[in-house]
């Protein structure tokens, strides 16, 4: 499975955008998938997950309430709205996507298998 992130972009502060995360004509069925994020000279950090039975999905606590994850229903995109955006938003967003991932590490980013390019997302005040 090959996994493409896209629809990143600049916007003002408060506003939205949505990410998408296609999979290579596969389906995202029995894995998890998450989203992860990099800024500038940042570590990068855990977005959301969706959890490989799909049963629960988990949020940074700095998205939570704004950022919703959810996949299609044939489960071939993933996808991350993003409301009320705020500067500290700017980052390269990834998507990532594990078959036999644990579900209790679904934050830990060295532990998906699978990656996209990354989108960049630009958040002005």
């Known amino acids: 499975v090959q996994l493409q992130a896209s629809g990143g972009g600049a916007v003002q502060a408060g506003g939205s955008l949505r990410l998408s995360c296609a999979t290579s004509?596969?389906?995202?069925?029995?894995?998890?998938v998450g989203w992860f994020r990099q800024a500038p000279g940042k570590e990068r950090e855990f977005v959301a997950a969706i959890t490989r039975t799909g049963a629960a999905t988990h949020y940074a606590e700095s998205v939570k309430g704004r950022f919703t994850i959810s996949t299609d229903n044939a489960k071939s995109t993933l996808y991350l709205q993003m409301n009320s955006l705020k500067p500290e938003d700017t980052a390269v967003y990834y998507c990532?996507?594990?078959?036999?991932?644990?579900?209790?590490?679904?934050?830990?980013?060295?532990?998906?298998?699978?990656w996209g390019q990354g989108t960049q997302v630009t958040v002005s005040s």
């Open positions: 004509g596969r389906s995202f069925r029995g894995y998890a």
């Open positions: 990532a996507a594990d078959k036999s991932l644990l579900t209790s590490l679904y934050s830990d980013g060295a532990q998906y298998d699978l």
